[in-house]
């Protein structure tokens, strides 16, 4: 069995000084479309996930270090091989996706297929991007989906995120972490590399699974896909910190979240219950951004099987509105 127990115990405070005082940057980047970056070895032999070797795998396909769907066009990780690429695509991406749906959007994040239009589930309210600082918001009259501020200059949403399972959208995101590490410190993770490629997410490595979200108004502040991946200091006496640490910025979105490890565990040879602290970290917006104050959004992604859709409310603001006929709208369809 792979089971940490209840790790986490929150502390939502917003600090710096603790990270910058007891973690290591192992993998730091900003990426978009341009010129590939690649990590792992120019002809790979054996599978970073699996730990399979060729022939029993193939190396064809590229497979990107962070989903195309977040943004990422250029980092590449060489040594994750056919099957595994195609599993996380079909049974952690695409619930990944779902769940993000709405604030790609919003955060005009650019995907393999564009920029993803938002449509409600009951295809009465639809939001498409028409450029880098503009919206087309369609809606009914009648419907609660949008509350208008004129004064603030301010639109109160609720955006609804589509049915998917929680716990394989955190597993995409441990996940990116597993691309993005040194091979060197694979080994301490071995039990987060196999618990992400069980199809079955009854097993919890971790309980709860909690995602720390902050979303920025504005247009796309995280103008490109940004990562940061978190090490806590060699020999580190503070041990009610997570081991290691993910932060990931695209569009309007910075998520944080822990990447489970037994080096969390007071005694490495056994998993067992241990609780730490887990502090936020800031955007960089917190003062005197024009747009807006930044929203925390906590969110538990601790559910292992498929939820319902389910509405998130959200402030935006604006320097513009023009109303769009509806026969637009159909037009459109």
Not at 206 to 229: E, Q
Not at 315 to 328: A, G, R, T
Request: include cysteine.
């Amino acid at each position: 069995m792979f089971n940490f127990g209840n790790l986490t115990k929150l502390m939502p405070t917003l600090s710096t000084d603790i990270i910058s005082q007891n973690y290591d940057c192992i993998y730091q980047g900003h990426f978009g479309t341009g010129k590939k970056h690649f990590i792992g070895p120019k002809v790979p032999i054996k599978c970073r996930f699996c730990n399979l070797s060729v022939p029993e795998v193939t190396f064809r396909n590229q497979a990107h270090a962070i989903p195309e769907l977040l943004g990422n066009r250029q980092l590449i990780v060489t040594d994750e091989c056919d099957s595994c690429n195609s599993f996380f695509a079909t049974a952690l991406e695409d619930h990944l996706g779902k769940r993000l749906k709405p604030f790609r959007t919003l955060g005009m994040v650019k995907g393999k297929n564009g920029h993803p239009s938002y449509l409600s589930p009951d295809k009465n309210v639809r939001i498409d991007v028409k450029s880098p600082v503009e919206f087309a918001f369609y809606h009914s009259q009648d419907s609660a989906f949008m509350v208008n501020n004129e004064e603030k200059k301010e639109i109160s949403i609720n955006l609804n995120i589509e049915r998917h399972i929680p716990c394989a959208a955190y597993k995409a995101l441990v996940k990116i972490a597993l691309s993005l590490m040194p091979n060197s410190y694979l080994t301490d993770f071995s039990d987060s590399l196999l618990w992400i490629r069980q199809s079955n997410h009854q097993h919890m490595l971790v309980s709860p699974l909690i995602v720390y979200a902050s979303f920025v108004p504005g247009f796309a502040p995280f103008s490109k896909t940004s990562v940061l991946l978190l090490r806590k200091n060699v020999g580190n006496v503070k041990t009610e910190l997570p081991n290691c640490q993910l932060i990931l910025n695209f569009g309007n979105l910075q998520l944080q979240l822990i990447i489970p490890t037994r080096l969390d565990s007071p005694s490495q040879s056994h998993m067992s219950e241990f609780q730490f602290c887990f502090p936020r970290i800031k955007t960089g917006f917190e003062l005197n951004w024009p747009f807006g104050q930044v929203q925390y959004l906590d969110w538990d992604l601790s559910d292992n099987e498929a939820v319902e859709p389910q509405d998130t409310p959200i402030k935006i603001y604006y320097q513009k509105m023009e109303d769009i006929l509806p026969s637009e709208l159909n037009a459109r369809d």
